[in-house]
T-cell receptor, first 117, second 113 residues
Framework: DAGVTQSPTHLIKTRGQQVTLRCSPK?????VSWYQQALGQGPQFIFQ???????QRGNFPDRFSGHQFPNYSSELNVNALLLGDSALYLC????????????????FGQGTRLTVV | GENVEQHPSTLSVQEGDSAVIKCTYS??????FPWYKQELGKRPQLIID?????GEKKDQRIAVTLNKTAKHFSLHITETQPEDSAVYFC????????????FGRGTSLIVHP
């Protein structure tokens, strides 16, 4: 089991460009969450996908969008990149939480380091 | 929404000493509190968690305590080793429904040999 895999590992983009980041969840996990981690900060929740739909969303502008595929993998898209979008983007997968019972651990991928210049 | 405060932001100790990291949360309905360790350039990894039905949990050299009345929880690392050096994040969430933890800003722990 490869755990959560993300691609690419590093990316450099120019202001105004668009970027797509990819995530494959851990085997058996159907829920994917995306986080932005700026340098020296904790992960900030962007949104969560379940059953191919955005289930919850954090305080991020519409420039941030996503998608989940039938195989549970997910993409994060960011349009009109700003310098402030430079960060480590983390994907975390988890199994469906059922009333809070059972294992609710989220497994993180290694992240994609995005640099906007 | 939930707000998690974490202190200190940096903690420097000598090998063998104990280290304590403290977090407070705002949502009294939060009942699951995981702690993550993130080594440089690596992904956050869960090291211990505690649920609101217990006040303390221990796993070898690490322990977590929870005070629901005061809405704070702490990570305790005893007999620290250089390999404990990393950034530690606390988080809080409600169980049930989707899993959306709110993270603290992290504590950079440095253990000097």
């Amino acid at each position: 089991d490869a755990g959560v895999t993300q691609s690419p590992t590093h990316l450099i983009k120019t202001r105004g460009q668009q970027v797509t980041l990819r995530c494959s969840p851990k085997s058996g996990h159907d829920t994917v969450s995306w986080y932005q981690q700026a340098l020296g900060q904790g992960p900030q929740f962007i949104f969560q996908y379940y059953e191919e739909e955005e289930r919850q969303r954090g305080n991020f502008p519409d420039r941030f969008s996503g998608h989940q595929f039938p195989n549970y993998s997910s993409e994060l898209n960011v349009n009109a990149l700003l310098l402030g979008d430079s960060a480590l983007y983390l994907c975390a997968s988890s199994p469906t939480s059922r009333g809070g019972a059972g294992n609710t651990e989220a497994f993180f991928g290694q992240g994609t380091r995005l640099t906007v210049v | 929404g939930e707000n998690v405060e974490q202190h200190p932001s940096t903690l420097s100790v000598q090998e063998g000493d104990s280290a304590v990291i403290k977090c407070t949360y705002s949502d009294s309905a939060s009942n699951y509190f995981p702690w993550y360790k993130q080594e440089l350039g690596k992904r956050p990894q869960l090291i211990i968690d505690i649920r609101s039905n217990v006040g303390e949990k221990k796993d070898q050299r690490i322990a977590v305590t929870l005070n629901k009345t005061a809405k704070h929880f702490s990570l305790h690392i005893t007999e620290t080793q250089p390999e404990d050096s990393a950034v530690y994040f606390c988080a809080a969430r409600r169980t049930g429904g989707s899993y959306i933890p709110t993270f603290g800003r992290g504590t950079s722990l440095i253990v000097h040999p």
